[in-house]
């Protein structure tokens, strides 16, 4: 007998992830996807696909579409969340409204009408712990004090962890916690967008550069992160799906690149080098300044910094088959050959209108 293709409901359809994940899944997959967000830029063409359902609404208030929905498909994955540093400590109420509140309600459906849920946890939720290389099921999570806000973020996250957790030992939920360690690539933000702040680290200095402003390292950019492309994450993500013989059922994965682990200063010179290798932008990246700059002075006073953070990735190695395959180097190279070439073209349209 034919086995009937999955039905996915994804959240946030239109993110980083998301898109990302449903490009890879309407491609690579026979299974049927059904999507909300608030906007539709960067899935335009994939609409009109056959297998690709897509509403625009919010998660707060389309309440009705989101449990009809939850109730026809077989797998949920919630992708909506603020997941930018800035906004923690700006608006922490809303982080924990949306991230927490919001998420909660999808994940008592799921419990309701027994339905698979695969949730983003993330990165933060193991804090300041002083371990090396950190591990889902044996790392300590070491959060600062109440008044540092950026914690907001991450223990709303580790209480949902908690509560799908519980739900699994007692209503049977069948669930995957997934936990990004710094997710890269094409999309992550608008690089465009030349304000300070309104992007996450990587691609905030990427245009940094391509505005000629100052890439400014927080602290001396001495923190250090594991920078995992997004087509690995995404490769791990479709095998936590297909759970294959139950695999990733209750089961919680870091899917991060611990050899892709740099500090932030590298990370800054990295990219330099990597601008340097495209004519048009090689006297910006020469040009361009690197600042230090306090972390009071860029975040504010509620403001606490992770010194490092590498996964331990030989769960998701052991049980899924899964190892992360491309370097730092070419992860920046891709990442700038897409919003370099999508510059360009914007830049072609604006002057054939004029």
Known sequence: MKKTPLKILILGANGFIGSSLIDAILSQKDWEVFG?????????HLLGHDRFTF???DITINCEWIEYHIKKCDVVIPLV???????YVKNPLGVFELDFE??????????????RLIFPST??????????????????MVYGPIDKQRWIYAASKQLLDRVIYAYGVRDDLDYTLFRPFNWIGPKLDNVMEPKEG???????????????????????????????????????LLRIIENKDGAASRKIFNIGNPTNNVSVADLAAIILETFRGYPEYRERAEQTEVVS????????????????????????????????????????????DYHLKQESHDLTLEHAAI
């Open 198 to 236: 309104s992007s996450r680290l990587f691609t905030q200095f990427i245009s940094n550069v391509i505005f000629s402003k100052p890439i400014q390292l927080v602290d001396g950019g001495l923190q250090s992160r594991s920078f995992t492309f997004i087509d690995d994450g995404v490769d791990c």
């Open 293 to 336: 700059v306090s972390s009071m002075d860029y975040f504010g006073k509620y403001y606490q910094d992770i010194h490092t953070r590498v996964p331990s990735i030989s769960a998701a190695e052991e049980a899924l088959g899964w190892l992360p395959k491309v370097d730092l180097q070419t992860a920046i190279r891709l990442t700038l």
């Open 123 to 140: 990165s933060e939720v193991y804090g300041m712990s002083p371990e090396a290389v950190l591990d889902e099921a044996t790392s300590n």
């Open 102 to 115: 919001a998420n909660l309600d999808v994940a008592r459906k799921c419990v309701k009408y027994k339905k």
């Open 55 to 57: 509403v625009e609404g």
């Open 81 to 87: 969340a603020i997941a930018n540093p800035a906004q």
């Open 36 to 44: 909300m967000d608030v906007g539709d830029n960067k899935l335009t």
